[in-house]
Structure formats: structure tokens, C-alpha cells
């Protein structure tokens, strides 16, 4: 039987005056699942995610959570997400502890100990009793970040999560956003500008542009898609037999030496073709070596080189 997704979004638009800013958005997030939502400067991932969390109201579509409309039964469909929608509202004179207090002392039903789990979870044991004012922006995001968790959400919204913390921050936070994913079966969706982390840190990116959705795919998927051309080195000699042979045999296509290695744009089912044709020429190979794709090559590729944001 399959899943109910924690979070379904139907055809969610947003219109101010005659203008769209999210038009028929459709998507899912399934329970555990660590989803991106990327898109450049002015997309609307912004506006879609103050609509997911009641921040702005819904223009047209509907918005699930855990299966519950969110405008019909906005209490209970917002009582299973946890959210940092940019920087988290804190009281800075209260300690982090009292801020989590004041917290739970304001929802049902969870149980106080819960308050030390969370500490522990984002890692301010040894602050946690210091007043919010002497923290850090860093050290803020994981409070915010322990204020989300308190009431064990099912689903954990992040709008650039990482911000404020140093590169090993972002490495922790990543490894305990899956481990949270994983152990609390939490499904998380995170908006960032941070491409190399998301590639890390998420299962599935949906990418979004104008306000439309672009594609959704699977991180491995969307970077190692094979269909595609892509990027080629060969390590060959005489490269320059090579490069002459191969201009000839690819005309429309641009081949040249780079470092002593001749490049080349290939679709990956030409290569076993290339490689036996090489041999006849007789030119020796050493490697035919395709040239890693990162998450942000193909996002600049889906958003025709916009910036993100």
C-alpha cells in the first residue's frame, strides 16, 4: 500500500493584484524524505513556503499535511510541522533554555524531558543556560532549529537553514538532519542557496522558476543522468593525432586539449563506439574519464544560468 505523503501541495497559486507569483505548484513529500526546493532569485519559494505555514493566505489549490487541509483545518493540519521561515523569533534576554520553556509551556501534550532531547540534538548542551543575546547567529539557527523539533513534528520546514554557521556547522547540521530524517521518520523540506549542501543533504530537489515547477527528481538522478551529453576526457597518445582524428569524426561538436587531455561531448552510449574506433587508429588509451556534474551544473542548466537565491 502506498504511503500517504506527509505533504501534498495541488495546483497551489499565488496571485497579488494582476501578478503571479506561484502558479498550479504541484508536489509531494513522503514521510523521512529530505526534499529541496530550489529556485533563482523572485522564483516564489518564499511566498510557497509562507502559504505552507499560513503566513500568506492561498490564492487557489490545496495544501495537505498528514492528509488534512490546511485552510479548512488550519489548527490541526499546522500542529505536525515545525518551521524556521528566515531567521527564528527568539527572546534574546530570556536564556535558551527559558525560550524553549516558554515554548512548551505554550503547546500539548509533550512531555518536559523532551526540551533536553532536543538540546542535545542541535548541540547547545554547554549554552543552553546563557542568555539568547550573547549567541551567536549560528547558535541561534540551532535554537530555532530545537524550538521547531520540541513538539516532534512530521514535517520540518527550513528556509536557508545553514545560514550564520561555519563550514563545519554545515556539516553537522547536515548529518543530523539526516540522522532526524531517519530516526523520527521526520520529512523535511529546506530552501537554501547552498547547492553542494543540498546535493549532500536531500534525497529529492524540486526546482521552480517563475513560479512554475521545473522538475523533480531524485538528487542522483537529476545529476547522473546518462541520456544526456555530457563532458568526456581522454587520456591518449599522440594527443595531437588524436585531436585531429576527432575533430574530423565530430565536426558540429567542440574538441580541444586541455591539461594534455583532449575534451570532449559525448553521450555516454558513444563511448564503447569511441573507444573501438580509437584502437583502429591506432592511438593508445589510457582513461575516457567523464567529468563529474554537480547539482548547481544542472540547476544553471534547468534555469538557463539565473541565480539563486
Known sequence: MEKQPVLEIRQLTKEIG????????????????????????????TTTIRMLVGLMSITRGKVLIQGIDLEE????????VGAIVENPELYPFLTG?????????????????RIDEVVQRVG????????????????????????????????????????????????????????????????????????????????????????????VKQVRELVDDTDEEQTFLLDVHPSLQALTQLQKRFPHREVEIIDNRIQLPLQRS?????????????????TIQPVTRTLEDRFLQLTGGSQLG
Open 18 to 45: 494582476k501578478k503571479t507569483i506561484v502558479e498550479d505548484l504541484s508536489l509531494q513529500v513522503q514521510p523521512g524524505e529530505v526534499f529541496g526546493f530550489l529556485g533563482p532569485n523572485g522564483a516564489g519559494k
Open 73 to 80: 483545518h488550519f489548527e490541526k493540519a499546522i500542529a505536525h
Open 97 to 113: 533554555y527559558q525560550n524553549l520553556l516558554h515554548y512548551w509551556r505554550m503547546s500539548r501534550s509533550i512531555p518536559k524531558d
Open 124 to 215: 547547545l548542551e554547554q549554552r543552553i543556560h546563557h542568555k539568547v543575546k550573547t549567541y551567536s547567529l549560528g547558535m541561534r539557527q540551532r535554537l530555532g532549529l530545537a524550538q521547531a523539533l520540541l513538539h516532534s513534528p512530521s514535517l520540518l520546514i527550513l528556509d536557508e537553514p545553514t545560514n550564520g554557521l561555519d563550514p563545519a556547522g554545515i556539516r553537522d547540521f547536515r548529518n543530523q538532519l539526516r540522522t532526524w530524517a531517519r530516526e523520527e521518520n521526520l520529512s523535511v523540506l529546506v530552501s537554501s542557496h547552498l547547492l553542494s549542501e543540498v546535493e549532500l543533504m536531500c534525497d529529492r530537489v524540486a526546482v521552480i522558476q517563475q513560479g512554475k515547477l521545473i522538475d
Open 270 to 286: 558513444e563511448v564503447p563506439e569511441l573507444s573501438a574506433w580509437m584502437v583502429q587508429q591506432e592511438i593508445q588509451i589510457y
